[in-house]
């Protein structure tokens, strides 16, 4: 139905406009475990999935990560947006919760693991709110990186910073457009960890604080 739906009434429409034509489209827009069942469905058809740009995910579900790149793998050239995530969205959880370090971990994990697994990007739903965690019409109130009247929280300092090499290390790297390697771990443990990177005929160690985020970039090796 979303295939259909985009194909023949709202691309059309987007298309007649020079303010929408270059709009993208995104299905599914829903958990992360029903993401392959919808890629599945709604590129079966190349013809007809054209008007479809990519699938949008959220984190609410604790389902594997490998479903996203199962769903990538249907139809490579489509992108796969992380389009909503917040914490204490369920009713029993302490809504804003100041210094909470375990909530920008939370974050942390799953960015990183959304990076590795074909995901171009990550969208908080909650950027900045209230000190109720508001506000919102149906008083569904939850927590964020940054509290008006208050000072940045460490959700922020994990969103600010992002971006297993041992099994105690969540990793993701990259190479940048100028050739820069990135790499960023999480240390999820409580105690200090020294990691050694090695790149070709060198290496270094960096060294990790407990429940930390560190992001290490450098140049490459000219030969």
Known sequence: MQRDFALNLLS???KES????KLKIIAHDDQRSGVYKTAKKIYEDPQKSTAIDG????WYSHTDYGVLSQAHNIQPDKFILATEACNAYLPWEHKPLLGAWFRGQAYGHDILNNLKNWVIGWIDWNLCLDLQGGPNWVRNFVDAPVYKLISLKCIFTSIDNLFKIEKEIEHVAF???NGNRVLVL???NQVNLNVTVKEDNRSWNIPMTPFSIVTAIWKEKKL
């Open 12 to 14: 059309p429409i987007l």
């Open 18 to 21: 020079n303010i929408t034509n």
């Open 55 to 58: 699938l949008g995910t959220h």
């Open 175 to 177: 190479i940048t457009p």
């Open 186 to 188: 999480l240390n999820s």
